[in-house]
């Protein structure tokens, strides 16, 4: 039986300026398979890959959806997570951890996770 986890109140990720690029990077953790796809408002803009953005502009008040799909693959513990990292240029990388336990041994999760981006005021 699969999981789904949903954040519904979207993060909201600070940009210093509309002008810099944005890479997005997803992380698993240990003894886990995954897949996911990225979202920039409606474009599917990776499948399975590490993304830049060159431009934040496009995307000011806008959402990033991460869609991340991981199977469970060690039978002693039935933690799953996924980590979201964010590098705008320069500046500090931003990291969103999420993390679920499953309720049976080698179960799937889908991971759906949504970041608002919001030009720092």
Do not use: C, R, W
């Not at 039986?1 to 940009?15: H, K, R, Y």
């Not at 499948?47 to 830049?52: N, R």
């Not at 002693?76 to 997570?81: D, F, K, L």
């Amino acid at each position: 039986m699969a999981t789904i986890f949903f954040n519904p109140e979207s993060a909201d990720l600070i940009v210093h300026s509309k002008d810099n690029s944005l890479k997005i990077s997803v992380d698993i953790g240990y003894g886990q398979a995954e897949g996911f796809l990225i979202y920039a408002d409606n474009d599917l803009i990776s499948l399975g890959k590490d993304v830049t953005i060159d431009s934040i502009k496009k995307y000011e008040n806008k959402f990033i959806t991460v869609v991340s799909t991981i199977k469970d693959k060690i039978t002693y513990t039935n933690m799953t997570s996924v980590t979201v990292k964010f590098k705008e240029n320069e500046f500090e990388t931003k990291i969103f951890k999420f993390e679920q336990e499953l309720s049976q041994h080698l179960d799937t999760i889908i991971y759906v996770l949504k970041f608002k981006i919001v030009l720092k005021s």
